[in-house]
Structures are given as C-alpha cells and as structure tokens.
C-alpha cells in the first residue's frame, strides 16, 4: 500500500504561541498567512521529538521575524475536527 504524501502549506508566520500542561506536554501553535489563501493555524507538539520542537521553534522565531516565508508540512489523513499537527519545517520556503 502507498504511503499518502504530506501536505505542504507556504505562508508568512502571523504569530506563534508557546504553552504547556505540565512535563513533556507542551505544544506550539504557529498562525500562518497562507499563500493564495486566508490565514491558518497549525500546532507542534514537545511529545513528537523534543530536539526538532526545538530547533522548528527556533527556526519559525527566526521566519517570524525576518518575514520569510516557510513551508509547513502537515502529515496527510488527520482529523477535520482538530487544529492540524506538523511534522516539519523548511526555512526558506520551498
């Protein structure tokens, strides 16, 4: 069976949010402008892999304010209901 390919969404970061529920718990809540779109928002969390939460937090950190655009890749087949998970960041946009 085919593995279903990520969806790459390309913007501009409107802002990001940093929080937390207790150990290993927290999670990044990145808003994004997205290209040919309207804005959107997409959540990280600490649990996935401590190290990439890190450096993706530092990377968007940097995008934010240098106004760079990135791309944001969001695993396929996720629930409609819930804001969206991201398993990874490109700086520059690709």
Do not use: R
Request: charged share 5%.
């Amino acid at each position: 069976m085919a593995s279903v390919p990520p969806i790459l969404v390309t913007g501009t970061i409107n802002s990001l949010e940093i929080s937390g529920f207790g150990p290993n718990s927290s999670e990044l809540v990145i808003s994004i402008a997205v290209t040919g779109s309207g804005n959107a928002a997409y959540v990280m969390e600490f649990d996935a892999v401590p190290q990439m939460f890190a450096a993706a937090t530092t990377m968007l950190t940097a995008a934010y304010h240098a106004k760079v655009p990135v791309t944001l890749v969001v695993p396929s087949g996720q629930p409609a209901t819930a804001t969206p998970k991201i398993s990874g960041v490109n700086v520059p946009a690709i």
